[in-house]
């Protein structure tokens, strides 16, 4: 079995920083990429910041603020994000896209974590 839990979410006032988790576990031989979707009420999902073997991109609603990490020792990866805004509310999900050890590709998703920005 190989799956992505986030987590890291929270309750938080504008200016203030979380740190998101997505950790990737299983039979894992490979992961390909790795990244963070957002979703608001109401709007579709939007990607966040992905991370893969050609470096990291981020939305331009987030440059400068939100930084993506990882630790590939854990298969893990890190949303660093400060100065948080009101519209930065959404459920965060990771994105993992991997091989097992059989050599099956998967496409995974977390099961959302909720970041709530409001004083």
Same mark, same amino acid.
């Given at each position: 079995?190989? %799956? ?6 929270? @309750? $938080?006032?504008?200016?203030? =920083?979380?740190?998101?988790?997505? +950790?990737? /576990? ?12 957002? %979703? ?6 939007? @990607? $966040?910041?992905?991370?893969? =073997?050609?470096?990291?991109?981020? +939305?331009? /609603? ?58």
């Amino acid at each position: 079995q190989v %799956q992505v839990v986030e987590s890291g979410g929270g @309750l $938080v006032q504008p200016g203030w =920083s979380l740190r998101l988790s997505c +950790a990737a /576990s299983g039979s894992i031989r490979r992961i390909h990429a790795m990244g963070w979707y957002r %979703q608001a009420p109401g709007k579709q999902r939007e @990607l $966040v910041a992905a991370l893969t =073997s050609g470096g990291t991109n981020y +939305a331009d /609603s987030v440059k400068g603020r939100f930084t993506l990490s990882r630790d590939n020792a854990r298969n893990t990866v890190y949303l660093q994000m400060n100065s948080l805004k009101p519209e930065d509310t959404a459920v965060y999900y990771c994105n993992a896209d991997l091989s097992s050890i059989d050599y099956v590709s998967y496409n995974l998703w977390g099961q959302g974590t909720q970041v709530t920005v409001s004083s």
